[in-house]
């Protein structure tokens, strides 16, 4: 259930970076609809906290995160995080998912080793998924979007 593990991983990103709850809120589908994906937990798991460690790390003043629930098609399921961050020049929105890849924002450094999201696309490419970045540019935030294939009859 796609919505249960997104709810856990909220909390762990809450707890591991110190935030408070209203710091990342989960919209979308209804609670306790079930968004039921044919998957690797622990995978699914390390690709959603990828991308909310991300949110994190890029927020430049202050932590605003949503992620939300869809099911935008009969037969997929989003888990889209947006944040209010630095955001991502349009000309890097392609290459931010490739190996060891940097996003380097003006005045802006952030620790990592660029295999974050090239992990996320990973895991979403092995579930049959793919995983896109939408950016008005810097300093507008940036939003992520996870699409899984939906499980054979998995709710929603």
């Known amino acids: 259930d796609l919505g249960a593990l997104a709810q856990e991983c909220i909390e762990v990103t809450r707890r591991r970076h110190h935030l408070d709850a209203e710091a990342i809120g989960l919209t979308g589908e209804a609670p306790g609809t079930p968004m039921i994906v044919d998957g690797d937990i622990d995978e699914l798991r390390t690709a959603i906290g990828n991308l909310l460690d991300n949110a994190v790390k890029y927020s430049a003043t ?44 003006r005045g802006f ?38 699409e899984l294939p939906k499980a054979a009859g998995g709710g929603a």
């Open 62 to 105: 202050g932590v605003h995160i949503t992620v939300e629930l869809a099911a935008p098609t009969p037969a997929t399921v989003w888990v889209r995080v947006r944040d209010r961050g630095v955001g991502i020049p349009r000309r890097q929105l392609r290459r931010i998912f490739n190996r060891f890849h940097r996003f380097q924002a």
């Open 109 to 146: 450094s952030v620790k990592g080793t660029g295999l974050g999201l090239y992990i996320v696309r990973s895991i979403a490419r092995q579930h049959g998924g793919r995983v896109f970045a939408e950016s008005d540019g810097e300093g507008r935030g940036a939003t992520f979007t996870l």
